[in-house]
Structure formats: C-alpha cells, structure tokens
C-alpha cells in the first residue's frame, strides 16, 4: 500500500474539529487556529492510519482518492 499516493481533503463545511483524525494519524492531519482539520501534506503516501482516521471521522469530512488513478479510496466508490 505505501507505494500509491493517496490526495487527501477536509471538507471544512462539515469538519467540526473533533481532532479524532490528528489523533489517529497525527502524520497525515492537524488543526488549524480555527480547529479545522488540515491534511499535512495534499499528497501524501497511503496508509492505514489515514484511512481509518476517514473512516472514523464522525461527518465523512475526509475524503481520498489516489493521486495516479483517481480512483475513490475513502469514501469508497458505491
Ligand atoms: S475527524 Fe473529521 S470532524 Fe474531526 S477534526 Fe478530523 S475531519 Fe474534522
């Protein structure tokens, strides 16, 4: 998996700044001054603990998909 990079956004309308994925993938996401969360990096290497931080995001603020295909990670295509 660490080979694909993953483009990772926050929808900011609906992020309510729980901070649950910082704490899960503190590498991939931090709060702003505004408690918004904020990819670290637009592309970044794929990895479990992003993933399930989208997962795990109460408002599915969070979405992936691979930088190379475009293909949908999270959420994941119906
Ligand atoms: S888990 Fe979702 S709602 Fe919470 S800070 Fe992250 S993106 Fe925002």
């Known amino acids: 998996m660490s080979d ?3 483009r990772v956004t926050v929808d900011t309308d609906l992020c309510i700044g729980s901070g649950g994925c910082v704490l899960r993938a503190p590498d991939g996401f ?3 001054a ?3 969360s904020c990819p670290r990096h637009e ?3 794929s990895s479990e603990a992003v993933l399930d931080a ?3 995001c ?3 603020a969070i979405t992936i998909v691979e930088e190379e295909s475009g293909r949908a990670v999270f959420p994941p295509e119906e």
């Open 4 to 6: 694909t990079k993953w």
């Open 30 to 32: 931090e709060l702003d």
């Open 34 to 36: 505004a408690r918004q």
């Open 43 to 45: 592309v970044m290497a």
């Open 54 to 56: 989208a997962e795990n």
């Open 58 to 60: 109460p408002v599915e």
